[in-house]
T-cell receptor, first 114, second 115 residues
Framework: DQQVKQNSPSLSVQEGRISILNCDYT??????FLWYKKYPAEGPTFLIS?????DKNEDGRFTVFLNKSAKHLSLHIVPSQPGDSAVYFC?????????????FGQGTTLQVKP | ETGVTQSPTHLIKTRGQQVTLRCSSQ?????VSWYQQALGQGPQFIFQ???????GRGNFPPRFSGLQFPNYSSELNVNALELDDSALYLC??????????????FGPGTRLLVL
C-alpha cells in the first residue's frame, strides 16, 4: 500500500520557467511533509518542509503548497535552473511526535534544459 | 560542522552472508534512522535509534538489526543476506526531542550488492 505517491516519474522544463512537482497521500494522520532532492551517488538533501497547520511555506525559489482536503502537496521551483536537475522525493510523517519515520514517494526526475 | 558519513561506500556480498554498515551522525544530533532504497523506488524506513534505544521500526524482518553508540553513531546489521537486500542503504540523523520531530539529514549511502 503506497501511502505517498508521486505519479509523474519525470518532468522536463526550460531554464527560467516554473517547475511544479506533485505528490498525493492517503493517510489522513500525516501532519508533516518534506521535500528532498537527490543527485546520483549522493544522499537525499533536505529542501523544504511544511506542517499540516499551514497551507504554504516558502524558501527562496522553493514553495510548497499543501491541500489537506485533497491530500495533495506540490513543490514549485521558480525560476528553474539547470542545477535543479535531480530526483525529487516527497515524504510524510505522522505522530507520535518524537518518532521520525518518513514515508517517501517514488520520486520524480526533474530535467531543467538550458 | 561535519555532516552524516557512512561506510563503506560500496559492498559486495554473497547470499547467506552477514553485513555491517556504519553511520556517523551529524554533530549535535542524537537520533539516527536507517532507510533502504531499492532501484527506482523511494527510501523505505527500516528503524530509528534515539538515545541508544530502538524508537520505531518499519516492515523489515528481525534479521535487520541495529545499534546506536553513546557518541550517537550507529550500525545496521543484516544477517542471512538475500538477493532482494541489494539496495542503497541510507542513514539519516536528526536532533529529536520528546515532543518534536526534527528534519532528517541524510548521508551519501552504502550501496550493497548481494550475489
Amino acid at each position: 500500500d503506497q501511502q505517498v505517491k508521486q505519479n509523474s516519474p519525470s518532468l522536463s522544463v526550460q531554464e527560467g520557467r516554473i517547475s511544479i512537482l506533485n505528490c498525493d497521500y492517503t493517510n489522513s494522520m500525516f501532519d508533516y511533509f518534506l521535500w528532498y532532492k537527490k543527485y546520483p551517488a549522493e544522499g537525499p538533501t533536505f529542501l523544504i518542509s511544511i506542517s499540516s497547520i499551514k497551507d504554504k511555506n516558502e524558501d527562496g525559489r522553493f514553495t510548497v503548497f499543501l491541500n489537506k482536503s485533497a491530500k495533495h502537496l506540490s513543490l514549485h521551483i521558480v525560476p528553474s535552473q539547470p542545477g535543479d536537475s535531480a530526483v525529487y522525493f516527497c515524504a510524510a510523517s505522522a505522530p507520535p511526535s518524537n518518532t521520525g519515520k518518513l514515508i517517501f514517494g517514488q520520486g520524480t526526475t526533474l530535467q531543467v534544459k538550458p | 560542522e561535519t555532516g552524516v558519513t557512512q561506510s563503506p561506500t560500496h559492498l559486495i556480498k554473497t547470499r547467506g552472508q552477514q553485513v555491517t554498515l556504519r553511520c556517523s551522525s551529524q554533530s549535535g544530533h542524537n537520533t539516527v534512522s536507517w532507510y533502504q532504497q531499492a532501484l527506482g523506488q523511494g527510501p523505505q524506513f527500516i528503524f530509528q535509534y534515539y538515545r541508544e534505544e530502538e524508537n520505531g521500526r518499519g516492515n523489515f524482518p528481525p534479521r535487520f538489526s541495529g545499534l546506536q553508540f553513546p557518541n550517537y553513531s550507529s550500525e545496521l546489521n543484516v544477517n542471512a543476506l538475500e538477493l532482494d537486500d541489494s539496495a542503497l542503504y541510507l542513514c539519516a540523523s536528526s536532533s529529536n526531542t520528546p515532543f518534536m520531530r526534527e528534519t532528517q539529514y541524510f548521508g551519501p549511502g552504502t550501496r550493497l550488492l548481494v550475489l
